[in-house]
């Protein structure tokens, strides 16, 4: 299927006033108050339109009444008029990531950002300097690095360790020009995945004298254990922030007073703050004041970046707020190929206060012989890496605009939890600006010099540049938003309550909330479907999803029959659960959903159908038998 085009539907007036802002709503604490007020008022406006827009007093209680793709695309466009002037993010697709079509599978199961696009990849698998002797088994698998250990110090490795090889140094500097970060105020190192960075700072991180960690996660993390774990055992005292029951937002009260210093604590630093700026599994934003209050307060503070859509990563205030670690990840190549690395940034004035470790994790960026076509007893030399850079940045006949990196799914399923662990997430441009910009963009944007050092184009990077924050943000803003408002409408039929076939936790329809999602689906007795269930049986629908633990959850009196309810896990809920703390506290599976700035109307689409088959009672019972009737093994739950 195809999603419609959009000229062909029908556009009505909406007030697009609060999409101009740029996401989060990044105004100055000065900001005058009518300023405020008007945001504030057009954030309102956009959830209400929403809300009634798509549909209007409309519940679908069978799964066969729910309207079309043609119909419900119609109905999306009359809502979000200014949807089609995120295009281009279509033409990209089309043409830099057909795999994405050809397969016909949606992946909803993990957001990041990749380096290079699969139509760049086909390219260097069909380079003259690829040897016939060693051809690559599919034409996506064909990296141009692969990762290796290294043990070294990490304090000595941001101190001494220099740039590596030619091609380590040019992606190296191509990711820092991406995020606007200078090397003259940071250090950075690539590490095997995100959980290997976070072990890394807790290793090397002065517990002894700056004794406290203060974490903010509204779900378990593999990364977040890791970093607790291993904190703990260097005598860190570890808190974590909690979540208000319903809407999952940030427990201000708790929160401000364990970060707020007292009058009488003297010493300079007080341990590590460790905060997202969103929520990978709800979608929640958090403010940047938390950030700026924990420094003022003696803090140091670690920014971790991988749930931040592309464009904001570059555009979240990193020189007004300048955090003392920022982690961050990319994968190769979105879908078939998400393979990827780590990023630790570390400020250079803070590298001296870290103390030494092992240095387990930290990775070099080499070429991979075999695919690119070296002999076996080939070194990889400067010389054939510079052919190969050279072969890949002449590659500039394609049209820059329209080459966009965005990220398929690999089948997660044997790592049921949110897919934070190792795979991994300025305004628009004037029309009549955007070709000299985006010439600007393509020669700025090639990492080298004439100096010697390698030419190589991340192709998905110049694109999501070429784009800019405002497309990017706009179209994941519309997209995930209709997505909830179409979820919520989905009503078990024949109850006289109102009995809703999804619950959604954290944020519903919001201005500012993320591409991301946690969702349950409870049948018409009220029984939850168990989220690896859904999983499975998503995937056997060609959508992958995710799974995650909601966890740190603060219940008031008046929901304590909710904290009965939704706190309830089983004993092989425990016994899976990653985390291995023994002060693990109950929380709540969920099904998760992960927009990456690719995805498009269609993809959400094909989930809500997905999800609105639930409707019919015997659905369940239905797919277990046609999959046993087809010599499969039953699923197991």
């Not at 108050?33 to 069978?62: E, G, I, L, M």
Request: charged share 25%; net charge positive.
């Amino acid at each position: 299927m195809r999603s419609p085009d959009p000229r062909e539907a029908t556009r009505v007036f909406f007030d697009g006033c609060c999409l101009n802002h740029i996401f989060r709503g990044q105004e100055p604490d000065q900001a005058i108050v009518k300023r405020r007020s008007t945001s504030a008022t057009c954030h309102h406006d956009f959830a209400a339109t929403t809300t009634s827009s798509f549909f209007p007093n409309t519940q679908f209680t069978n799964h066969e009444s729910i309207p079309s793709l043609q119909e419900s695309f119609v109905q999306f466009i009359k809502t979000y008029p200014k949807y089609s002037e995120t295009a281009q993010v279509d033409q990209i697709r089309a043409r830099e990531y057909v795999h994405l079509s050809e397969s016909n599978h949606v992946c909803l199961d993990y957001i990041g950002v990749g380096l290079f696009s699969q139509t760049q990849f086909q390219s260097i698998s069909k380079s003259p300097i690829a040897s016939s002797s060693h051809p690559p088994s599919r034409k996506s698998d064909c990296p141009v690095f692969g990762i290796s250990y290294k043990s070294v110090n990490l304090r000595s490795q941001l101190l001494h360790g220099g740039d590596g090889c030619k091609l380590e140094s040019a992606i190296k500097k191509r990711i820092m020009d991406f995020l606007k970060i200078s090397q003259n105020d940071y250090s950075m190192v690539f590490t095997a995945n995100r959980t290997s960075a976070f072990k890394l700072v807790a290793e090397s991180y002065p517990f002894q004298s700056s004794r406290k960690l203060l974490t903010v996660y509204d779900h378990e993390s593999e990364a977040i254990e890791t970093m607790i774990n291993t904190s703990e055992k260097r005598g860190a005292c570890v808190m974590a922030a909690d979540f208000k029951w319903p809407r999952l937002r940030i427990h201000s009260a708790k929160l401000k007073k364990m970060i707020v210093r007292k009058k009488q604590q003297q010493q300079k630093h007080r341990g590590l703050s460790v905060f997202p700026l969103q929520s990978r599994i709800t979608g929640t934003s958090y403010s940047y004041q938390w950030m700026t209050m924990a420094q003022e307060n003696g803090w140091h503070v670690l920014l971790d970046a991988c749930a931040l859509r592309p464009k904001d990563m570059d555009s979240f205030g990193l020189s007004l707020f300048r955090p003392d670690f920022l982690i961050c990840s990319f994968y190769k190549v979105f879908g078939e190929n998400p393979t990827g690395f780590g990023c630790l940034l570390v400020k250079k004035s803070t590298v001296p206060n870290l103390q030494a470790s092992n240095g387990a994790g930290i990775v070099s960026l080499v070429p991979t012989k075999q695919v690119l076509g070296f002999p076996e007893d080939s070194s990889g030399t400067d010389t054939e890496l510079e052919q190969i850079s050279k072969f890949v940045t002449n590659q500039d006949s394609m049209d820059i605009s329209s080459t966009l990196s965005s990220p398929i799914t690999e089948k997660n399923k044997q790592n049921g939890n949110s897919k934070e662990g190792d795979q991994k997430d300025a305004g628009l441009k004037e029309n009549r600006h955007e070709d000299s910009e985006r010439r600007e963009s393509d020669e700025k944007n090639k990492t080298g010099d004439e100096h010697g050092s390698l030419n190589i184009e991340c192709r998905c990077l110049d694109q999501v540049g070429s784009l800019g924050s405002n497309v990017i943000n706009s179209r994941g803003r519309y997209i995930i938003n209709w997505l909830v408002s179409s979820l919520m409408k989905l009503q078990h039929p024949n109850r006289l309550e109102k009995a809703s076939l999804v619950t959604i936790y954290g944020p519903k329809v919001k201005f500012d909330r993320g591409p991301a999602l946690a969702f349950d689906i409870f049948d018409w007795k009220g029984e939850k479907v168990e989220p690896v269930l859904v999983q499975k049986l998503a995937d056997r629908n060609n959508i992958s999803l995710g799974r995650a633990v909601l966890s740190h959850i603060w219940f008031s009196e008046k929901y304590e029959v909710e904290k009965q309810t939704f706190l309830e896990r089983s004993d092989k809920d425990k016994e899976t659960s990653r985390t291995k703390s023994k002060k693990a506290e109950p929380g709540i599976t969920v099904v998760t959903v992960a927009l990456t700035f690719l995805a498009n109307f269609e993809d959400v689409y094909r989930l809500w159908a997905f999800v609105a088959q639930f409707l019919d009672a015997d659905f369940v019972e239905k797919e277990q038998w046609r999959y046993t009737a087809l010599n499969q093994k039953t699923i197991e739950v």
